[in-house]
């Protein structure tokens, strides 16, 4: 929906987001300041983020997940 994502810097969401987001240490909330503030100051890499989200984005179908749902649970 042209949101920049900021996640914590954990293997799922890195799976998941497949490198279109900003990533921080967990559990440490003035490098989530800083990255809020980051995106907040430099429109060239919010703008950035949000056309790597929006790519990747397009890129998963739901019938892709609900494929790969299923082979978790074989």
Do not use: N, S
């Given at each position: 929906?042209?949101?920049?994502?900021?996640?914590?810097?954990?293997?799922?969401?890195?799976?998941?987001?497949?490198?279109?987001?900003?990533?921080?240490?967990?559990?440490?909330?003035?490098?989530?300041?800083?990255?809020?503030?980051?995106?907040?100051?430099?429109?060239?890499?919010r703008?950035?983020?949000?056309?790597?989200?929006?790519?990747?984005?397009?890129?998963?179908?739901?019938?892709?997940?609900?494929?790969?749902?299923?082979?978790?649970?074989?």
């Open positions: 929906c042209g949101t920049p994502v900021i996640a914590t810097a954990v293997p799922a969401m890195d799976d998941v987001l497949a490198g279109a987001a900003t990533f921080v240490p967990t559990r440490d909330p003035a490098a989530m300041a800083r990255a809020l503030v980051h995106l907040a100051d430099d429109p060239a890499e703008e950035g983020r949000v056309a790597a989200g929006l790519a990747h984005a397009a890129r998963v179908t739901w019938r892709d997940v609900a494929a790969l749902t299923t082979d978790v649970y074989r």
